[in-house]
C-alpha cells in the first residue's frame, strides 16, 4: 500500500512569487492536513480538508490556501512568499476527520526555501 | 486554545538504558493520543497509539496515559542509537491534532 506522497520534494523560490505544493493522501484515505514545521515553532497546523471541504484552518495569513480534488489529493498554496515562509510543509493522511481513533500518516514533506 | 507540553530536551540516555519522555496536553475533552517520532530532516512517523487509561506495549515501546493528570508518556527499553531522534507528542478530540514541540532523545553507545 503506497503512503502519503508529497511533491515536489524541494523547492526554492524568490519572495513575492507563489507556490503550489500537492500531496496524495493513502489510498481510501479521505482526509488530508497540512502543517508547517520551522525550528522555532515546531509542528503548525494549516488546514484539513475532508470530501473537498475544508473543515479546519489555523492561524495563517490569507496567503495560505488550499484545496481537495474529487480523488482526495489536496494541493496547498502560497502566494506572495515572505522569507519567513521557508519551512518543511508536511501533509497528513487520515480516514476521517472528526472520529475518534484516527491515525494520522505524514508524506516525506516538501522543504521551501524562499530567498 | 489547546496546548501539548512538552519538555524539548536533549534527554540523554545511554545504550541499554529506559528512556522516558512525557507530555501533558490542557484540553480536557481529548480523546486520542499520539506519539510521532522524527529522525533529522525526515517526517514525523508515527510510533504508537494511545485511547484509554493505562499502559499499551508494542515491543520495545510502552505508551502509557493518564487522563486525570492530562498525562501521556512513552517509554522505550533498550535504547538504541538509533532510537535517537525528536518524539512529538500529538493530542485530539473530534478535531484537529494538537502537537507538542518535542523532545529530542540521545542515545549514547
Known amino acids: 500500500k503506497a503512503g502519503v506522497t508529497q511533491t515536489p520534494r524541494y523547492l526554492i523560490k524568490t519572495r513575492g512569487q507563489q507556490v503550489t505544493l500537492s500531496c496524495s493522501p493513502i489510498?481510501?484515505?479521505?482526509?488530508v492536513s497540512w502543517y508547517q514545521q520551522t525550528p522555532g515553532q515546531g509542528l503548525q497546523f494549516l488546514f484539513e480538508?475532508?470530501?473537498?471541504?475544508?473543515?479546519n484552518k489555523g492561524n495563517f495569513p490569507g496567503r495560505f490556501s488550499g484545496r481537495q480534488f474529487s480523488n482526495s489529493r489536496s494541493e496547498m498554496n502560497v502566494s506572495t512568499l515572505e522569507l519567513g515562509d521557508s519551512a518543511l510543509y508536511l501533509c497528513?493522511?487520515?480516514?476521517?476527520?472528526?472520529?475518534?481513533?484516527?491515525?494520522?500518516?505524514f508524506g516525506q514533506g516538501t522543504r521551501l526555501t524562499v530567498v | 486554545q489547546k496546548e501539548v507540553e512538552q519538555n524539548s530536551g536533549p534527554l540523554s540516555v545511554p545504550e541499554g538504558a529506559i528512556a522516558s519522555l512525557n507530555c501533558t496536553y490542557s484540553?480536557?475533552?481529548?480523546?486520542?493520543f499520539f506519539w510521532y517520532r522524527q529522525y533529522s530532516g525526515k517526517s514525523p512517523e508515527l510510533i504508537m497509539s494511545?485511547?484509554?487509561?493505562g499502559d499499551k506495549e508494542d515491543g520495545r515501546f510502552t505508551a502509557q496515559l493518564n487522563k486525570a493528570s492530562q498525562y501521556v508518556s512513552l517509554l522505550i527499553r533498550d535504547s538504541q542509537p538509533s532510537d535517537s531522534a525528536t518524539y512529538l507528542c500529538?493530542?485530539?478530540?473530534?478535531?484537529?491534532?494538537?502537537f507538542g514541540k518535542g523532545t529530542m532523545l540521545l542515545v549514547s553507545p
Open positions: 480538508y475532508f470530501s473537498e471541504t475544508q473543515r
Open positions: 497528513a493522511s487520515s480516514l476521517a476527520v472528526g472520529r475518534l481513533n484516527t491515525e494520522a500518516f
Open positions: 494511545i485511547y484509554s487509561n
Open positions: 484540553d480536557r475533552g481529548s480523546q486520542s
Open positions: 500529538a493530542v485530539s478530540g473530534y478535531s484537529t491534532l494538537t
Open positions: 489510498s481510501g484515505h479521505r482526509s
